[in-house]
């Protein structure tokens, strides 16, 4: 497997992700960009963290594929959410759990950020979300 993923002794735990990746895959994928919209530009879950979440990790895990990877060759996310607060974290997760199954998502996550930004390129996006792999 091109993707070890672990957390070292003496780093904080438990937490929803790994802290450390290490890759030895010679192909990387990087897939940026990826909101809550559908192929045709339609907009999903106007206004609901939790279903934009859970969009924006399929279409992740759509152009992973397309490029021959899944989740399980992701080394890093970078998840980018407007007006971030603390409290926004339940449904963050939620919507994460909800596709966690369908897109196989590991648990827990590979090394991951969350950002809270002011907005995204368009209003009523919420999150965006990036990935980098690594595959033989």
Request: glycine fraction near 12%; hydrophobic fraction near 45%.
């Amino acid at each position: 497997m091109p993707v070890q993923r672990f957390t070292p002794e003496g780093l904080l735990q438990p937490t929803p992700y790994h802290h450390v990746a290490v890759g030895t895959g010679s192909r990387h994928v990087h897939v940026s960009g990826q909101i809550s919209g559908l192929a045709d530009g339609t907009p999903v879950a106007a206004g609901d963290l939790s279903g934009q979440v859970a969009q924006a990790l399929r279409n992740t895990a759509r152009g992973l594929a397309g490029a021959g990877a899944t989740f399980d060759d992701v080394l890093r996310l970078t998840f980018y959410v407007t007006q971030w607060e603390p409290e926004k974290m339940e449904a963050f997760t939620a919507g994460a759990e909800a596709v966690a199954d369908e897109i196989g998502l590991p648990s827990p996550f590979p090394p991951s950020s969350l950002i809270g930004v002011d907005r995204l390129f368009a209003p009523g996006v919420l999150v965006e979300i990036e990935a980098t792999a690594l595959v033989d």
